[in-house]
Nanobody
Framework: QVQLVESGGGLVQAGGSLRISCVASGRTFSSYNMGWFRQAPGKEREVVGGITWSGRSTYYADSVKGRFTISRDNAKSTLYLQMNSLEPEDAAVYYC??????????????????WGQGTQVTVSS
């Protein structure tokens, strides 16, 4: 079992930056890949990006590439999402998630088993 708790969301002006975090507990954090997803009102949950268990590899959705950075601190069991140059379209509830695996890293929500409760990010124009 893995428990995930996000924090750090809030209100930011367009063009601003925000870093959100996800603290994991349960199984050893360094044993599984992690992903970030987001869901805006009336829209489907979509992938933001992911990071391998070691932190050596990351991937990003085209919509956030070059603006967002995913990192992890395995010693602190914490996943981060640094968001720069935020746009109103980035406003959503952001979720961290994991399948509990260190292998294949999916990009679709149904491929993930464990989810945090989400943290709201609001971007004012």
């Amino acid at each position: 079992q893995v428990q995930l708790v996000e924090s750090g969301g809030g209100l930011v002006q367009a063009g601003g930056s925000l870093r959100i975090s996800c603290v994991a507990s349960g199984r050893t954090f360094s044993s599984y890949n992690m992903g970030w997803f987001r869901q805006a009102p009336g829209k489907e949950r979509e992938v933001v990006g992911g990071i391998t268990w070691s932190g050596r590899s990351t991937y990003y959705a085209d919509s956030v590439k070059g603006r967002f950075t995913i990192s992890r601190d395995n010693a602190k069991s914490t996943l981060y999402l640094q968001m720069n140059s935020l746009e109103p379209e980035d406003a959503a509830v952001y979720y961290c998630a994991t399948s509990g695996s260190s292998g294949y890293m999916g990009v679709r929500p149904h491929e993930y088993t464990y989810w945090g409760q989400g943290t709201q990010v609001t971007v004012s124009s």
